[in-house]
C-alpha cells in the first residue's frame, strides 16, 4: 500500500470515525482517502479550535481525538490547544505533516521544527523518518496517546505519504490496568479500616477509569463523605447522600469543612494538583495531619505534591473494587459513631446550600458599587438558575474566568463525562471548540458551553464550525463588559488602576445570527431558565444557540492571591503607582 494509505488504514483499525482540522496541500493525499475509509473529516474555522475539538472529543468519548493541519503555521496554531490537552490528560493525536525531507532546513516555505515545539507538551512524539515506517509509528503514536494518558504528536514530512510499503497493520493495544500492588492494598485496607472519619476525595482518574460505580460502593461501605478535586464535579454523583461537592477553586464549602475533619484521606485517581488545594473562602482546608492515600494510574504523580502515607499504582476503579473487597472482612472503626459522623457531613452539606441559597450577589466594596442600580443579572443568581434548568445528562464545559470558575459551586452531575473544565493550562477560549468535540462524541447529549465575554472573542469563530458541520451546541456567554478575572487583581492590588480589561461588545447575540447560528440576548433572571430549555431542546434541530447573558461586573474571589504582591516601586517616576 501507500503511506497515505498506510496511515488511514491505521486510524481505521484504532477505531477513529472523526478528524477535526483544516485542509492543507501536505496531507491532501492522505484526506482525500478518508471518505472511503468512514472517516469525517471536520472543517474548523482555525486549527487551534481544531485540537480543542479533538480534546474535548476525547475526554467524552475515552477515545483518541485526532486533529490534522498544514506544515508550519497550520501545526503551530495546534499549540495553545495541544498544551492544554496535557493537562487534561486527553489521547490526542495531533498529526503533523512537516516540510519535505529534502528540503528541511533550507527555510522554504512554511517551515518550522515541529519536534521541539511539543516535545514538553506531548508524552510521545513519532516521527516519520521513512515512508516504510508510516504503519509503524502511526500505530505506536496512537497507542502511546492511550497507554501514556495525554496526547502524541505524528510528524510526517510530506513527501513520505508518497511511496509504497509492504506492511502490516497492527490491532491496537489494549492493556488492562490492574488495582496496584497488593502490599499497599493492603496497608491502605488497614489504614481505611482504622479511620474514625475517613474521607474520599475523587479526581479525573475515577471518570477515566469509568469507576464511579465502584467509587460509591467503597464509599458506603465505609460510610465515608467524597469530595471531587478541582473541575472534576462529575466524578461522584452529586444526587447521592454521600456527596459533598468540589474542591479548589469557588467550591464547595461542605467539602472543604468534611475533609479538614479527616483522619484518612483516600485520593481516588488524582495527583492532587497544587492549585486544586489552594484555601479558599480565607480556609486553609486541607488536612495536613491526615493519613494520606494517594492512588493514581502514573506513577510519576503519586507523591509528587502531598506526602502519601501509602501509594498506590493502581486504576482508580479497580484500586476502588479491591479495597472494598479487603473492607469486607475488616472492623471498621468508623462504623461506631456513623450516626454522629453522617449527622455531621449532612449538616455541612445543608449549611452551603442554604448559603448559595441566600448568596446572591457579592458583597465586597467594588461589587457592590458597580452592580448598584444595574439592569443587569447577579452572576451567582443567574448560576443558579442555570443550575435548576440544566437538562439531564447535559455536558458542560467551563472556560477560565471570574464567572465561569464560580460556575464551580453550581455545576452538579450525576454521570462521568460530564464536566470539561479547561484544566490546569487554564488557557480562556477553551469552552467552546473543546464543547463542539463532545458534542461530536456524543451527539445525543445535550451540549454547553460556558464562556465569558471576553474568551468568547478568542473563540466565537468557531460558531461558523457548528453551522456549517450542523454541529448544534448551546454557548452561555457571560457579558460583565470586562475580562473580569483579571480586572478583579486591579481591585484588589492596583488601587482600580484598570487597564485593558474593560470591554466594549458588539451584541453577540446578533453575532450569531449574522454567522447563521440562534441568538438572544438574556437579561431577565425569569427568563434563564426558559431560554436554556430551549435552546438544549434546539439542539435537537442541529440548531447551535448562543444565550447572552447581561451581568453586571461584580466580581467574586480571584484565581489567588498568593502569586501576587502589592506594588512596591522605586522609581519616583512611577510612585503614582503604588
Ligand atoms: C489565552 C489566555 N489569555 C489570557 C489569560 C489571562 N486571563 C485569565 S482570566 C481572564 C479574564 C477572562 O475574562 P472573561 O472571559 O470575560 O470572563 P470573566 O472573568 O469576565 O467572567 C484572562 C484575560 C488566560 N487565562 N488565557
Ligand atoms: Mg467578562
Known sequence: MTPSEALVE??????????????????????????????RFIPTVHEQGAAHMADGYARASGRHGVCIGQNGPGITNFVTAIAAAYWAHSPVVAITPETGSLSIGLGGFQETEQLPIFSKITKFQAHVNHPKRMAELAARAFDRAVLEMGPVQLNIPRDCFYGELECEIARPIHIERGPGGSRSLDEAAELLAGARFPVI?????????????????????????????????????????????????????????????????????????????????????????????????????LGLVKKPSVTIC????????????????????????????????????????????????????????????????????????????????????TDIGNICQIANSYLRFERPRSMFGAMMFGNCGYAFPSMIGCKVAAPDRPALAYVGDGAWGMSFGEILTCVREQI??????????????EKKNHVDFYSNRFLGVNLENPSFAAVARAMGAEGSTIANLSDVGPSLRAACAAQREGKTTVLEMMVTRELGDPFRRDALQKPKRLLQKYKACE
Open 10 to 39: 491505521t486510524m481505521v483499525a484504532q477505531g477513529v470515525t472523526d478528524v477535526f482540522g483544516i485542509v492543507g496541500s501536505a496531507y491532501m493525499d492522505a484526506l482525500d482517502l478518508f471518505p472511503a475509509a468512514g472517516i
Open 201 to 301: 476525595l475523587c479526581g479525573g482518574g475515577v471518570v477515566m477509569a469509568d469507576g464511579l460505580d465502584a467509587a460509591i460502593a467503597l464509599a458506603e461501605a465505609l460510610e465515608a463523605p467524597v469530595a471531587t478535586s478541582y473541575l472534576h464535579n462529575d466524578a461522584f454523583p452529586a444526587g447521592h447522600r454521600l456527596w459533598c461537592g468540589p474542591l479548589g477553586y469557588h467550591g464547595s464549602k461542605a467539602a472543604m469543612k468534611v475533609i479538614h475533619e479527616a483522619d484518612v484521606v483516600l485520593a481516588l485517581g488524582s495527583r492532587l494538583g497544587p492549585f486544586g488545594t489552594l484555601a479558599q473562602y480565607d480556609f486553609d482546608y486541607w488536612p495536613k495531619t491526615a493519613k494520606l492515600i494517594q492512588v493514581d494510574a502514573d506513577p510519576r504523580v
Open 314 to 397: 493502581g486504576d482508580a476503579r479497580e484500586a476502588a473494587l479491591a479495597l472494598f473487597s479487603r473492607l469486607l472482612g475488616l472492623r471498621l472503626a468508623s462504623a461506631d459513631d456513623r450516626d454522629e459522623r453522617m449527622a455531621r457531613i449532612g449538616k455541612a452539606r445543608s449549611a452551603w446550600e442554604q448559603e448559595l441559597d441566600g448568596w446572591h450577589f457579592e458583597k465586597d466594596a467594588w461589587s457592590l458599587e458597580v452592580s448598584r442600580g444595574s439592569k443587569h443579572m447577579h452572576p451567582r443568581q443567574m448560576l443558579r438558575e442555570l443550575e435548576k434548568a440544566m437538562p439531564e445528562h447535559a455536558m458542560v464545559s
Open 472 to 485: 448544534p451546541v448551546t454557548a452561555v456567554v457571560f457579558n460583565n463588559g470586562q475580562w473580569g478575572a
